[in-house]
């Protein structure tokens, strides 16, 4: 089954822990990227990847790492997680130039 | 800038009825696709319909079909026979195909009742 795959779903953290999220995409997708959804502003491009070892910002960037070092896998690394990190993250795949977007489940990340 | 607008922020609709939900967007590229996604409580996202900007036809996925109106840069949703199921987060998307990006509005909250 074509699918993007995150874990965890719920996370809470204490402010400064590092903590990673990860996804993986069993479609050989080339771009993968990472969103954050806030109540009254959408979805959000935090990170994007268009290949192994391409990687580049989005529109929030700030507070966050990412890696792409083998094509199905694209983690997120929060290094000292804040409050205002408190939010839902999705990540997502597709094919370059290709119009469909696979989404992940969703982690919903609280920092305490 | 591109950026999309969904100018309603909640919407709700009887069983059975008809609701169209709004968007708009702005972008100087030729070359792009607009979406619908739904999100139910469950925080999947689920692809609802799409519309590549060179077809002048409406894009229709059985009860869901939009109004694409490239001149105005509008893409509205209609969801006909509404059903419970249908209670949802909508958002509109778009994506160029010079970069890739999907860019998503900030969402319509649909209620569905009985």
């Known amino acids: 089954e074509a699918q993007v795959t995150q874990n965890p779903r719920y996370l809470i953290t204490v402010t400064g822990k590092k903590l990673t999220v990860t996804c993986s995409q069993n479609m050989n997708h080339e771009y993968m990227s990472w969103y954050r959804q806030d109540p009254g502003l959408g979805l959000r491009q935090i990170y994007y990847s268009m290949n192994v070892e391409v990687t580049d910002k989005g529109d929030v960037p700030e507070g966050y790492k990412v890696s792409r070092k083998e094509k199905r896998n694209f983690p997120l690394i929060l290094e000292s997680p804040s409050p205002n990190q408190t939010s839902l993250y999705f990540c997502a795949s597709h094919e370059l130039g290709a119009s469909e977007a696979f989404f992940g489940q969703g982690t919903r990340l609280t920092v305490v | ?114």
Request: net charge neutral; charged share 20%; aromatic share 14%.
């Open chain 2, 1 to 114: 800038a591109q950026t999309v607008t969904q100018s309603q922020p909640e919407m709700s609709v009887q069983e059975a009825e008809t609701v169209t939900l709004s968007c708009t967007y702005d972008t100087s590229e030729s070359n792009y696709y607009l979406f619908w996604y739904k999100q139910p409580p469950s925080r999947q996202m689920i692809l609802v319909i799409r519309q590549e900007a060179y077809k002048q036809q409406n894009a229709t996925e059985n009860r869901f079909s939009v109004n694409f109106q490239k001149a105005a840069k509008s893409f509205s949703l209609k969801i006909s026979d509404s059903q419970l199921g249908d209670t949802a987060m909508y958002f509109c998307a778009f994506m160029t195909g010079n970069t890739d990006k999907l860019i998503f509005g900030t969402g319509t909250r649909l209620q569905v009742f009985p």
